[in-house]
């Protein structure tokens, strides 16, 4: 790969959080740089820029299935993928784990390792596939530059890099790799397998890295590939294809003879000479490579563990499982790259032979065909077998990537719903009875085990004790979000400790066992009572009469506030709702202006108790009267401009346009919480169903996920400051100093009243009616935490990965002093952070 950037770009010095110190590599895929991160943890990573034309939006969002499975591989062999994003331009970046190290091919040829050496290496490498291959990540583009070679503790160690990448990006291989980048050509067309260059590529299933693997091996042994880079370069796309998919390789042992005089120094890279090496190659390792590399898949090693220990068998001089295709096998094949003149062939003998001896080997070879064709029937469906349920893994971890995109629950999401359970939920849900069955009867194929040995063997699991107390906590969590981690941990956890119990004879069984029993297990939660569903089809049902509960049947509420918004008259609110015509917000009621802010409030339906989800008015003062019922009141704000100054760092001011926006009258109660995510994680919970206790203890990422499936967001920086001040330019937003604080704000003033958490709307309003907005609790917002002045106008959200990996927390908290509270103040902290000082208040753009 070029290690310049292409003519007439610069080398950006930040993506995201990172800061750009190099460029490692370029290719036709993206553009590789080393960078550095900071917080929260210290590292150097390497950077990898898509270059895709393609929405990348659609990308990460098939990363994300990706990214699920490999946060699970925790593998000495495969390099870690930390973060993903968008760069300023919109394209994406995938940040992973620096590995300082070269190819495994150089690294081979440099150190010049014998081959014995170069097959324990290689077996490394194949336990790592195996260990994502168990994960249900396949890595579809093995070769030499994805598979590195760096020391630890004087150690070689193979690192494979990018896994996953190649499904995320959609990247199709053949095509993309035919073209040059700055006259270099890609080489991953010679690491392809048959099926892969296929048309589209879709058909593969984990033995495709087999293949890979295979080309690897053949390099690593011989110094050469199967097919030279040169012929597949030189030819069009469709007979690169033919020849990846039809064309036999020749043996290990044949091809160092066809290469002239590079066999001279490929055999002293190895340690021995052209002689020896082809010696060496013969037998054990011709037909290793050779199974490695068939064509049809079902003929290959089922698993990368299979490959790795049929060399550790040649390695012990034990007998391997490869070996010479049979004479009839070889017949086959012949007969089949030749059909027609076999067929023309078998005419002529046919009129040469005389009738009866004709008549008898046509009864013989009829009878001896019929018993082929059975047994090829009864393979070929077992291998089918196989491919569905290597299917189903990767088919489920995509369906848990698209469920992430159902919400929230509204109309326009109802089609995709009715999709996702037609062509993912409903066929998994039906295919677990068929799993379940292929599961027992596999496993009859095991080593007979008493009940009691099996328990015994249950209990003895080095996991077991893990597994006790993951149920144990699980029994006691109320989190939903963490509820649902532990019970997929839990799943994971049972997998592993139900294959320990079982032993097969065929490599081929164990590996299978292992992969059906993860998949039924992660079913049976999956499609369950409380699996995702269950989740979908309740939410296809909110979807559908939402707009009906919310819209259709308040439309007299609608009109009437979009009348008087639109008012120029009197006191009305027009003046602050300047040129802006209100449209029905579906989830949302109108409940009418308040008095004092001229703004209008709305409810939303979904997050109150069905009796008394609208709140009521107090006569006098016109205010919400909040309680425990109640659902989640927005107020709406007008468009306005905000000052803005980091006092922090003593920036400039500017000043940001911001758009009319939906804000939380109050902190997202502890009940409203409850209903809409199924828990209470607070420290301080309420006592009598009155009280309105604003909800604690929740991570930025639980408030980001439960908000977005409502449809609402955390408020950015800007929109929260805009909201505090009401308007107000003065340090608190009721006043100059701190004795203003009194009877406005729930903070901890010498002389004042005793420090304890307020129920929601206690003490005064804001100008615009907002309460307990900079006291009580510190509130999320929805920004990473970074200066000012990049801000955009509308929302005012600075670009994402402009800032730290701290997210803002704004506002003070009823332990800490007046200074907290100021409308300018600001801190960040950890996303994962929980305790019982932080809370939030949920904001919602206007959708037309």
Not at 184 to 193: K, L, N
Not at 324 to 331: A, E, L, T
Request: hydrophobic content about 35%; glycine content about 8%.
């Amino acid at each position: 790969m070029s290690t310049e950037p292409a003519a007439g770009t610069r080398r950006p010095e930040h993506i995201g959080v990172y800061r750009v110190l190099d460029t490692l590599g370029e290719g036709g895929m993206g553009t590789v740089y080393l960078a550095e991160q900071k917080e929260p943890v210290r590292r150097r990573v390497a950077l990898k820029v898509i270059k895709l034309g393609m929405d990348s939006k659609a990308v990460l969002t098939r990363f994300e299935a990706e990214r699920r499975a490999l946060a699970m591989m925790e593998h000495s062999c495969i390099a870690t993928v930390f973060d993903a994003g968008l760069t300023e331009q919109g394209q994406p970046f995938f940040a992973m784990e620096y590995v300082k190290g070269i190819p495994i091919t150089d690294y081979c040829d440099q150190n010049k390792l014998s081959l014995q050496q170069r097959i324990e290496l290689f077996q490394k490498v194949c336990s790592g596939v195996q260990h994502a291959h168990l994960k249900g990540v396949m890595h579809r583009d093995l070769k030499p530059s994805n598979v590195l070679v760096t020391l630890q503790d004087g150690k070689p160690t193979p690192k494979i890099i990018d896994f996953g990448l190649a499904k995320a990006t959609d990247h199709h291989l053949v095509e993309a790799t035919l073209y040059t980048e700055q006259g270099q050509v890609i080489g991953t067309p010679e690491y392809m397998s048959p099926e892969q260059a296929g048309l589209g590529g879709l058909d593969v299933d984990t033995r495709t890295d087999v293949y890979s693997l295979g080309v690897l091996l053949y390099e690593l042994l011989v110094g050469e590939l199967p097919f030279s880079r040169q012929a597949l370069r030189t030819a069009g796309l469709l007979e690169m294809q033919r020849v990846i998919r039809e064309q036999e390789p020749v043996k290990p042992s044949t091809k160092i003879t066809t290469v002239g005089d590079a066999a001279g120094s490929h055999a002293a890279a190895r340690s021995m000479d052209a002689r020896e090496l082809q010696k060496r190659l013969r037998g054990d390792l011709d037909w290793i490579v050779l199974k490695a590399l068939e064509k049809d898949r079902t003929r290959r090693y089922e698993t990368a563990l299979e490959l790795a220990a049929d060399l550790g068998r040649h390695l012990s001089f034990e007998p391997v499982l490869a070996s010479p295709p049979s004479v009839g096998y070889r017949v086959k094949k012949f007969v089949r790259r030749y059909r027609v003149q076999c067929a023309a062939a078998a005419i002529v003998f046919v009129a040469i032979v005389g009738g009866g001896i004709g008549t008898y080997l046509g009864f013989a070879a009829a009878s001896a065909r019929a018993s082929e064709i059975a047994l090829l029937l009864q393979n070929e469906r077992a291998a089918n077998e196989k491919n569905r349920i290597y299917a189903d893994v990767t088919r489920l971890a995509e369906a848990r990537a698209i469920e992430e995109t159902l919400y929230p629950a509204f109309p326009d999401k109802v089609q995709a719903m009715r999709d996702w359970l037609t062509n993912n939920g409903e066929p998994l849900a039906a295919r677990l009875p068929e799993l379940q069955a292929a599961l027992t009867e596999l496993r009859g194929k095991a080593l007979p085990r008493s009940d009691a040995e099996q328990k015994i063997r249950r209990e003895s699991h080095p996991r077991f004790p893990e597994l006790q107390r993951r149920q144990s906590e699980l029994a006691q969590e109320s989190d939903t979000a963490r509820r649902s981690d532990l019970r997929e941990q839990i799943a994971t956890i049972e997998s592993e400790i139900a294959v320990a119990g079982w032993e097969f004879t065929e490599a081929g069984d164990s590996y299978l066992h292992r992969t059906l029993t993860r998949l039924v297990n992660e079913l049976q939660v999956f499609t369950g009572e409380r699996g995702k569903v269950a989740e979908v089809r309740t939410r296809l049902v909110e979807a559908e009469g939402v707009r009906q509960k919310t819209v259709h049947d308040h439309r007299k509420s609608w009109t009437a506030a979009r009348t008087a918004i639109s008012a120029s008259d009197g006191a009305s609110a027009s003046r602050l709702y300047e040129h802006f015509l209100l449209q029905p917000q579906t989830g949302l009621v109108p409940i009418g202006m308040d008095r004092e802010s001229k703004l209008w409030e709305f409810v939303h339906l979904a997050s109150g108790s069905p009796c008394r989800v609208c709140p009521t008015r107090d006569e006098a003062t016109g205010r919400v009267v909040p309680n425990g019922d109640m659902g989640i009141v927005f107020v709406l704000l007008p468009a306005g401009t905000l000052p803005v100054e980091d006092g922090e760092k003593a920036m400039p001011r500017n000043r940001v346009r911001l758009d009319p926006f939906f804000l939380g009258k109050y902190e997202m109660t502890q009940r409203q919480w409850l209903r809409l995510a199924g828990d209470n994680p607070s420290n301080s919970k309420n006592q009598d169903g009155a009280a309105a206790l604003p909800v604690q203890a929740v991570s930025w990422f639980d408030w980001e996920e439960l908000l977005r499936h409502q449809g609402f967001v955390l408020p950015s920086e800007l929109q929260w400051e805009y909201g505090c001040r009401a308007g107000t330019t003065t340090p608190w937003w009721c006043g100059e100093d701190e004795e203003s604080l009194k009877g406005k704000e729930n903070v901890d003033l010498k002389g004042g009243d005793a420090v304890r958490l307020m129920s929601v709307g206690s003490l005064a309003p804001n100008p615009f009616g907002l309460y307990n907005v900079s006291g009580n609790l510190s509130e999320w917002c929805l920004d990473d935490y970074g200066e000012y002045g990049i801000e955009r106008s509308g929302d005012g959200l600075r670009p994402r990965g402009e800032g730290s990996s701290l997210r803002v927390i704004r506002g003070g908290l009823f332990v800490s002093g007046a200074a907290y509270a100021q409308s300018g103040f600001r801190s960040g902290n950890s996303p994962t952070l929980r305790n019982g000082y932080l809370g939030a208040r949920p904001a919602r753009t206007f959708r037309l």
